[in-house]
């Protein structure tokens, strides 16, 4: 694959959907489904990261999928809480700095530990970000944000007319650029609360493939796709031959 010719956005988000069809697929279960999802993560984010992308948000447990049983939820605690602790080395030989986004309330004791012991132990990477959302919702992390805003507010550190667009990008769980490039697996075309602010003006992907057979080569094809997008911002682009 020659990365060349392709244009690399600078902020990759992905809702990593799937992983139960893929299971049900196979007649397996979905928990089956969920460790494979995870093994393909962790080798596609050093992908991802390695073809020049700076920032990977990736959203693996919205704050709505405590709706699900507790044997599911509990497998996903504890891919969090075992499996991601353990890859943490994993994490520092690639130099991926791993950051979270999403509420500590209603998680695990351990898995808070082991977001903070990944978190600390990468902080100094500098190969790109890997964020991931885990108990996120977008509109919670919009309330979160007014919250934030208004408590300065409120203790005179600023006036309402400091409040713009960068004062509010910082106040969200991470201060991030903007997503550029949004896939979605398994073929289900909406958001799911997923990074609203983030998205602005992304350009969206719903490639059919469940989560956990999305590979490297998938995600070339999709830079392939990507590469061809007009993205206009509202203005035009008066080189483009179409115009
Ligand atoms: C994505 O796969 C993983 C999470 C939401 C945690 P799903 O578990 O949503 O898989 P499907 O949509 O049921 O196939
Ligand atoms: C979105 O997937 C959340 C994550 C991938 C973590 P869901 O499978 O939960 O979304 P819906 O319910 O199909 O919208
Ligand atoms: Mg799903």
């Given at each position: 694959?020659?990365?060349?010719?392709?244009?690399?956005?600078?902020?990759?988000?992905?809702?990593?959907?799937?992983?139960?069809?893929?299971?049900?697929s196979?007649?397996?279960?979905?928990s089956?489904?969920h460790?494979?999802g995870y093994?393909?993560?962790?080798e596609?984010?050093?992908?991802?990261?390695?073809?020049?992308?700076?920032?990977?948000?990736v959203?693996?447990?919205?704050t709505?999928?405590?709706?699900r049983?507790?044997?599911?939820v509990?497998?996903?605690m504890?891919l969090?809480a075992?499996?991601?602790k353990?890859?943490a080395?994993f994490f520092?030989?690639?130099?991926?700095?791993v950051?979270?986004?999403?509420?500590r309330e209603?998680?695990?004791?351990?898995?808070l530990?082991?977001?903070?012991?990944?978190?600390?132990?990468?902080?100094?990477n500098?190969?790109?970000?890997?964020?991931?959302?885990?108990?996120?919702?977008?509109?919670?992390?919009?309330t979160?944000?007014?919250?934030?805003?208004s408590k300065?507010?409120?203790?005179?550190?600023?006036?309402?007319?400091d409040?713009?667009?960068?004062?509010?990008?910082?106040s969200?769980y991470?201060d991030?650029?903007?997503?550029?490039?949004?896939?979605?697996t398994?073929?289900?075309?909406?958001v799911s609360?997923f990074?609203l602010?983030?998205l602005?003006?992304a350009?969206?992907?719903?490639?059919?493939?469940?989560?956990?057979d999305?590979?490297k080569e998938?995600?070339n094809?999709?830079?392939i796709?990507?590469?061809?997008?007009?993205?206009?911002?509202?203005?035009?682009?008066?080189?483009?031959?179409?115009?």
């Open positions: 694959m020659n990365y060349e010719n392709l244009k690399i956005p600078n902020h990759v988000g992905i809702i990593l959907d799937g992983n139960g069809r893929w299971a049900k196979r007649g397996l279960n979905r089956a489904g460790k494979a093994e393909n993560l962790k596609l984010c050093v992908h991802i990261l390695d073809v020049g992308v700076k920032y990977l948000s959203y693996a447990f919205s709505e999928n405590f709706k049983s507790e044997e599911e509990g497998y996903l504890n969090v075992k499996k991601f353990s890859d080395k520092m030989k690639n130099d991926v700095k950051v979270f986004s999403g509420v209603n998680l695990r004791k351990d898995v530990e082991s977001m903070d012991y990944v978190t600390n132990l990468t902080k100094d500098k190969k790109g970000v890997f964020n991931v959302c885990i108990n996120y919702g977008g509109h919670l992390e919009l979160d944000m007014t919250k934030k805003i300065l507010v409120k203790e005179d550190k600023i006036k309402i007319e409040i713009n667009e960068e004062l509010i990008s910082k969200l991470q991030l650029p903007p997503i550029d490039f949004l896939i979605r398994s073929g289900e075309q909406r609360n990074m602010w983030q602005s003006y350009e969206f992907y719903f490639p059919k493939v469940h989560f956990p999305f590979n998938e995600f094809k999709a830079l796709e990507y590469t061809k997008r007009d993205r206009r911002f509202g203005g035009i682009n008066y080189e483009t031959k179409s115009n």
